[in-house]
């Protein structure tokens, strides 16, 4: 990939959208973030948790008007996400259904401002002047730059900090071993299914049996373990230009957390 050039590739996401005259104050009770300040045209990372408070997706929401949101996943995740907010909606005048939408991501020099504002745009979990997403019908997506292959931006992945489910963090994992509660999780919104664990675990500074963290990418590749003192204490999940995530045990010194340095 040119350092010099736009590049586009549709990523390999469900997208689920909900929408309904309640859908704001039900995605606000039931998302770990602030969903209620949510503007229209803007997006937002979110964990959806367990009552338990166990990790049941990674999520972005997207603001497409007052009453409709999308909610976009890794692929295979969306009807779980489905099934796991039904079971909340009671008398809540809210429709939630998987859609064929697609996310479309956009990576180069000045690939936000050289979008421009389409419908659909969602910030990446980065927050970087060279990466943008758009979350919309297919017909509505735009084409800037040269098609590439997915996996060539799923590289870049690591080098930002950001973790896959179903790769680096799983589901049932707790809520720290994410390492994006900083991005992820309102500490100040109220009541969500799962909360407790959160605030918790953070009033007393604990940390997780395991975390997700990032180290040098230099001669390991993904499934690598990393070893001390003839004892594996994690392994490598995801790999990117320069940087490698890996899933360690509690207390580990191996590399640091992911929300330290972010790049653009």
Not at 45 to 51: F, G, I
Not at 60 to 73: A, G, N, P, Q
Request: include cysteine; charge should be negative; aromatic fraction near 6%.
């Amino acid at each position: 990939m040119s350092n010099n050039a736009i590049v586009w590739a549709d990523l390999e996401r469900d997208v689920v959208i909900v929408q309904g005259d309640d859908a704001e104050e039900f995605l606000h009770s039931q998302l770990a973030n602030d969903i209620a300040s949510l503007a229209v045209g803007s997006s937002i990372y979110s964990l959806l948790l367990e009552p338990t408070g166990d990790i049941c997706a990674i999520l972005r929401v997207v603001r497409h008007d007052e009453t409709v949101f999308t909610l976009d996943v890794e692929a295979g995740y969306g009807q779980v996400i489905i099934t796991r907010l039904q079971r909340f909606v009671l008398r809540a005048k809210v429709v939630m259904r998987t859609s064929d939408w697609v996310v479309r991501a956009f990576r180069g020099p000045d690939a936000n401002a050289s979008l421009g504002l389409v419908a659909g745009r969602a910030e990446v979990y980065w927050g970087s002047d060279n990466a943008i997403d758009v979350v919309a019908d297919a017909s509505q997506l735009p084409a800037l730059g040269e098609n590439v292959d997915v996996e060539l931006v799923d590289y870049l992945r690591a080098d930002a900090r950001w973790p896959k489910l179903g790769v680096d963090v799983l589901a049932g994992d707790i809520p720290a071993t994410s390492g994006i509660l900083d991005v992820a999780v309102s500490f100040t919104k109220g009541c969500y299914p799962g909360q407790e664990l959160v605030e918790r675990m953070a009033s007393r500074g604990a940390s997780a049996p395991v975390e997700v963290r990032v180290v040098s990418r230099e001669g390991l590749g993904v499934g690598a373990r990393i070893d001390k003192d003839g004892v594996t204490i994690g392994t490598v999940t995801s790999i990117g230009p320069t940087l490698a995530l890996v899933r360690v045990a509690r207390g580990s010194e191996v590399g640091e957390p992911l929300s330290i340095a972010s790049n653009s």
